[in-house]
């Protein structure tokens, strides 16, 4: 079973920059899509980004030209680039593999990991 980890999380100031990752315990294909999460207190999860295998990406409104989904096949990592951030970017971030059905949305093949803690105070 794939076990998928979060990291690169933590606390920034308005305008701050972070760069999340995502790494596959086990070896998975390179035509699966791909998805970041965020849960914020309170909240339900919801995509922020998700990127196919042939390249084509989908962006929640709140955080296109301030986000960046992209991927290393050989590194079996997934990265959230975030810059801009603001307070309401503040939640735990995870991520997903799976196909995409529509936009925004994953069919997940993964359980979900930790996920990383993103807090961005004004």
């Known amino acids: 079973q794939v076990q998928l980890v979060e990291s690169g999380g933590g606390s920034v100031q308005a305008g701050g920059s972070l760069n999340l990752s995502c790494t596959a315990s086990?070896?998975?294909?390179?035509?699966?899509?791909m998805a970041w999460y965020r849960q914020a207190p309170g909240k339900q999860r919801e995509t922020v980004a998700l990127?196919?295998?042939?390249?084509?990406?989908d962006l929640a409104d709140s955080v296109k030209g301030r986000f960046t989904i992209s991927r290393d096949n050989a590194k079996n990592t997934i990265y959230l680039q975030m810059n801009s951030l603001k307070p309401e970017d503040t939640g735990v971030y995870y991520c997903?593999?799976?196909?995409?059905?529509?936009?925004?949305?994953?069919?997940?093949?993964?359980?979900w990991g930790q996920g990383t803690q993103v807090t961005v105070s004004s």
């Open positions: 997903n593999i799976g196909t995409r059905t529509s936009q925004l949305n994953l069919y997940r093949y993964y359980n």
């Open positions: 990127l196919t295998s042939t390249g084509s990406t």
């Open positions: 086990g070896r998975i294909p390179n035509f699966n899509d």
